[in-house]
């Protein structure tokens, strides 16, 4: 099984400029999330969806927009990009949001504003 | 103070030792435990899973909770080469009307040197 697979791995972008960041994930999980990881700031969650049809914002949601698209797909999108979201971003799945459901993330993609 | 404290390291260990990784917490609602192990350029994987006290053993690693002390520690036996990562300790509550709450440590950098 695949898990959670995040595209692109990587991407630069130039202040301003737009991007969406895909998720998808394939255990059946109701529960996605987006989370950034900065050097000394550890994991930050940016927004989830507790489950299909809802999104809520997280610790730290401005300049970001989400889209949960159906059941398995949960994208992040930045309108327009500025140095300060420079960063690796993260993408989560459990099983449903509470604290008997781990979370299970993809890989990463490694973005950076100029 | 902070809810989670990890201590970032890093920490390096020769190939054998034992290895002993902690996090305090303050927030006493607290009752699932996790730590997630994360390589290099990768997303975290869930390691060990505990709820409430006492001790977890799955292969080499022992997670342990002591909430009267809002302690926390992973035990890592005969250290590989192959366990150098960044270790996460997370831990979660599912409070009163729905509400719930996960939070993450920062993260200890481990080397293992053969």
């Known amino acids: 099984n695949a898990g959670v697979t995040q595209t692109p791995k990587f991407q630069v972008l130039k202040t301003g400029q737009s991007m969406t960041l895909q998720c998808a994930q394939d255990?059946?999980?109701?529960?996605m999330y987006w989370y950034r990881q900065d050097p000394g700031m550890g994991l930050r969650l940016i927004y989830y969806?507790?489950?299909?049809?809802?999104?809520d914002k997280g610790e730290v949601p401005n300049g970001y927009n989400v889209s949960r698209l159906n059941k398995r797909e949960f994208s992040l999108r930045l309108e327009s990009a500025a140095p300060s979201q420079t960063s690796v971003y993260f993408c989560?799945?459990?099983?449903?949001?509470?604290?008997?459901?781990?979370?299970?993330f993809g890989n990463g993609t490694r973005l950076t504003v100029t | 103070q902070k809810e989670v404290e990890q201590d970032p390291g890093p920490l390096s260990v020769p190939e054998g030792a034992i290895v002993s990784l902690n996090c305090t917490y303050s927030?006493?609602?607290?009752?699932?435990f996790m730590w997630y192990r994360q390589y290099s350029r990768k997303g975290p994987e869930l390691l060990m899973y505990?709820?409430?006290?006492g001790n977890k053993e799955d292969g080499r690693f022992t997670a342990q909770v002591d909430k009267s002390s809002k302690y926390i520690s992973l035990f890592i036996r005969d250290s590989q080469p192959s366990d150098s990562a960044t270790y996460l300790c997370?831990?979660?509550?599912?409070?009163?009307?729905?509400?719930?709450?996960?939070?993450f440590g920062k993260g200890t950098k481990l080397s293992v040197i053969p």
């Open positions: 989560a799945s459990s099983t449903v949001r509470d604290g008997n459901s781990p979370l299970h």
């Open positions: 255990m059946n999980h109701n529960s």
């Open positions: 969806s507790a489950s299909e049809g809802t999104t």
């Open positions: 927030n006493s609602a607290f009752q699932y």
């Open positions: 505990t709820y409430s006290s």
């Open positions: 997370a831990m979660s509550a599912n409070s009163g009307a729905g509400s719930y709450q996960l939070t």
